[in-house]
């Protein structure tokens, strides 16, 4: 009997990648975020009065950190399933970037939701 195989990728890298190509769709809709960075980091350094934060902006760095621990495990995912939780940091990825422009989540990517 072999060990198993290690996993092609690791919970990480897919959480990196997703922020990744969410940042790089914003970034080519909307010229105010070509220059900002989307970063991620574990955790947030303290909680605040909504509880843990999952990601937070910085204008006057032109910088958006988006916490992996709280979004993965804080998240109340109606089915637990890869589509899922890629769906889940999308939208965090989302919703931090329209913090950041002072927008609704909705008004980032409306005809990625138009469906008809």
Known sequence: MRPPLLPLETREERFDF?????????RSAWPELREVRFEV???????DDDGIPRWSVHPDERRIVLYRLPIERLGDLHHDDDLH??????????????EYLDRDPWDLGPERFRYF
């Not at 997703?18 to 940042?23: I, K, N, R, S, W």
């Not at 980091?41 to 909680?47: E, I, V």
């Not at 939780?85 to 329209?98: K, L, T």
């Open 18 to 26: 997703t922020v990744g190509t969410a940042a790089e769709f914003l």
């Open 41 to 47: 980091g574990l955790m947030p350094l303290a909680s």
């Open 85 to 98: 939780r890629r769906m889940q940091i999308e939208s965090c990825v989302f919703r931090a970037a329209a």
